[in-house]
């Protein structure tokens, strides 16, 4: 059944965050943005160091002035879902928060993943949770706080968009798919594994009780919805709020021999399974099993992403830059890149040195060094080395995933901002040898707007006819494989 109410979906990435209007009519997904705002992290120096964090109370203040603003232009919305990037988390007592939430590139993480290995050994750990090694995992940064103290008067722990849909409606739950990101969700059973929580010293009830995909979280708050002009009680609905687990509801797969990449800061590059994978085999390869919308699993592998070229042209444009002050032109950069025809180094994208901010061309530069090889000679042949290594990484995981799984994958589906950079499609074509297709570019916005539409009754199917309709609204971009001499 469709109608011409909307949906209010608000989607944190790691740079910006975004309030987008949608809904279905006439058979076609229409989105609309109303507002888009920065995410910059702040760096404190406080008692042991610098540390990183999000501000998040300057996150709330932009996306509750967006929802006020689309409420404003859209008197008929039946429902707000927020989703955000994975692993991070607010601690809280007595409802409050306790002090803005680490940023997973903060590098406070060394010990905890020490002290997590002393306790559970590595092998174990996968076994339970089949969460792929990241030394910024959940589990990690709670064995940090819990050697700092924090712990000792924390009495919960809130996933950032959960902690966003508490402070919209006064409910404290844990969304299942980024639930599945902390490594101290049970694999096989979907539920909190309380027995690695109290190996670890951690409070079994640190975390709020699970809420699926397309469940209502709670009512907005009376007074949230007077700031907003909102009807008082209007749904806050949890949709996959692990931004990646939207985007994959948005993803038009053709048939289950297809794999998808959600390209963004972060590519992951990956299989929706219905079942885990939990073999030594998958640990060794560092594949990560994390909760789909509808109890899919999406069987992946991070890898870093387009954050190597956003760090390298902030590099190239001088600290503290404003968007508004670039003189480095993407587009520009990304043609230049293209008509490169000297071979360029590929780099391991996969190295813990491109993790953290900073002058990613001289470390790509001093990679090369180590590893004697010419490094990069100018900006163009630095964004094509960056792609080309990208695109390499992204070859070797789809044969790895064959591997693992027994599939036979015939097409890749770019996702994400990504999808939109011709050349790291034409390259992702070229290296892993499969079509590729590209779009849509608001794969995340459109997933979490489709679920909460079929939770407010405004679509209705499983994810197969959620798929078909992204399909029909938006006609991906094809690419074939060219034959090249050297790969």
């Not at 399909?471 to 034959?483: D, G, L, M």
């Amino acid at each position: 059944m469709e109608q011409a109410a909307s949906v209010a979906a608000v989607d944190l990435g790691a740079t910006s965050g975004r309030v987008i209007l949608g809904g279905v009519s006439d058979g076609r997904i229409r989105m609309r943005h109303v507002a888009r705002f920065p995410n910059q992290p702040v760096r404190l120096h406080e008692g042991d160091g610098p540390g990183l964090h999000w501000n998040i109370t300057e996150l709330y203040r932009s996306l509750t002035a967006g929802l006020a603003q689309a409420f404003r232009e859209e008197p008929d919305v039946r429902s707000i879902g927020v989703d955000s990037w994975a692993v991070d988390y607010g601690l809280l007592r007595g409802g409050k928060l306790l002090g803005l939430p680490y940023h997973y590139r903060d590098d406070r993480t060394a010990g905890g993943v020490q002290a997590v290995h002393a306790a559970v050994p590595p092998e174990e750990l996968y076994s339970r949770s089949g969460l792929q090694h990241l030394p910024f995992n959940t589990v990690f940064q709670l064995a940090v706080d819990r050697q700092r103290g924090d712990l000792s008067i924390a009495q919960r722990a809130l996933m950032i968009p959960d902690l966003i849909a508490y402070w919209l409606t006064g409910r404290q739950v844990t969304e299942e798919t980024n639930a599945a990101t902390t490594g101290l969700l049970d694999a096989r059973t979907r539920q909190w594994d309380t027995g690695l929580m109290d190996r670890l010293g951690l409070a079994g009830d640190l975390f709020a009780p699970l809420i699926a995909p397309g469940e209502r979280i709670g009512g907005l708050l009376s007074g949230v919805a007077e700031e907003l002009g909102a009807p008082a009680g209007l749904p806050v609905t949890a949709v996959g709020s692990h931004d990646t687990a939207s985007a994959v509801v948005a993803v038009p797969f053709a048939d289950e021999n297809a794999a998808f990449i959600s390209s963004g800061t972060w590519s992951l590059v990956g299989l929706e399974l219905p079942a885990p994978v939990l073999t030594p085999e998958s640990h060794a390869a560092n594949f990560t099993n994390e909760g789909g919308v509808d109890g899919r699993i999406r069987y992946l592998k991070n890898v870093s992403g387009l954050w190597l070229l956003s760090e390298s042209i902030r590099t190239w444009d001088g600290p503290g830059t404003t968007d508004s002050q670039r003189t480095s032109n993407l587009a520009e950069l990304i043609s230049q890149a293209a008509a490169v025809t000297s071979p360029v180094p590929v780099f391991d994208v996969q190295d813990e040195r491109f993790t953290a901010p900073g002058d990613m061309p001289a470390r790509i530069t001093a990679w090369c060094g180590e590893h004697g090889v010419q490094p990069p000679r100018g900006r163009a042949e630095m964004v094509r080395s960056i792609l080309e290594s990208l695109a390499a990484a992204y070859a070797d995981v789809i044969e790895q995933m064959e591997r693992l799984t027994g599939r036979s994958i015939r097409t890749v589906h770019v996702v994400g901002g990504g999808s939109q950079n011709t050349l790291l499609c034409q390259l992702t074509a070229d290296r892993t040898g499969r079509t590729v297709f590209a779009g849509p570019v608001e794969a995340t916005a459109i997933g979490n707007v489709l679920v909460q539409a079929r939770a407010a009754g405004l679509v209705a199917g499983g994810l197969e006819e959620m798929r078909r309709l992204v399909a029909r609204t938006f006609e991906p971009i094809r690419y074939e494989p060219r034959v090249r001499a050297a790969l």
